[in-house]
């Protein structure tokens, strides 16, 4: 059975669905549905050269790549690939064309440090180790149970303080931009990351198919935002925390907390069943505010570096 690899074509239903399956399949704790993927392909700014791949065979999809630099980064030549196969199509050859190909994409677009997320199993990490690439930094999974787990009630913000959510901001997000740039900057990372374009975070971030304005709750003292906690939803059952992040200013005194419980309780009243997250394993502070709230570790993955020319 011959196995190719082309581009996602996203006008094609099919390419999506089986796109979105095999992620699904392969690292279900990250939300992506075709929407979504649609949107990431006419909404990413040019400059991220992004390129999805699949992997084909017998008109199937069983593997995909998403590709790109990584645009949001001062340091130029950074490029991402994150490859995943669907478990029940392992061991045919699509993980290694479908990796030539990103890696041919990103260097003819000038990136010579390629970096590649990989779920931390031996298998998984050998296919990295064959084609170049070596480990660094690693992340958990987390997930939580909304539908019987119980969440820590609700607590009356200190005086000064007032949760409210995003979809408040609708008129001008702008303030939400200017808090997300600030804690996008300092959170730990093996890539530095500078939300510096406001317009393209607004049609990256802000209009993306899976953020919920109505699940995203901010904290403000004073009556400016200090505090949020990034929501989103795909439509069913399944909630995650984007970003989870406090002011320099205001750290220290639970805000981000405040606004994560808020969160979550919006959630689990509009109908979710599970909340997933992500921490990198060195965020201490932010595991055991998340392991307060009944979250455990579901996974973990690894991020995989090679250095070109």
Known sequence: ?????????????????????????????????????????????????????????????IGTAQVHLTHESAEPGQGSLNVYVHPEHTRRGAGTLLVRAAEKHLTAHGATRLLAWVLDEPGNRAFAGRHGYRAGRSAHFLRLDLANGALPPLREPPPGVELRPASDFAADPRPLFELDAETTADEPSDVDTELT??????????????FSAELTTVALVDGRPAAFSAARADGGTRYATGMTGTARAHRGRGLAKLAKNDSLHRARAAGYTEAFTGNDTGNEPMIAINKWFGYEICGTEVRYVRTRG
């Open 197 to 210: 374009d406001y317009e393209a975070w607004l049609a990256e971030t802000w209009r993306h198919p899976l």
């Open 1 to 61: 059975m011959t196995v190719t690899v082309r581009d996602l074509r996203p006008d094609a239903r099919a390419d999506l669905e089986g796109f979105a399956r095999v992620r699904h399949a392969a690292l279900p704790f990250i939300l992506v549905t075709p929407g979504s993927l649609a949107h990431d392909l006419t909404q990413l700014r040019p400059d991220a050269h992004y390129r999805p791949l699949v992997a084909v065979a017998d008109g199937e999809v």
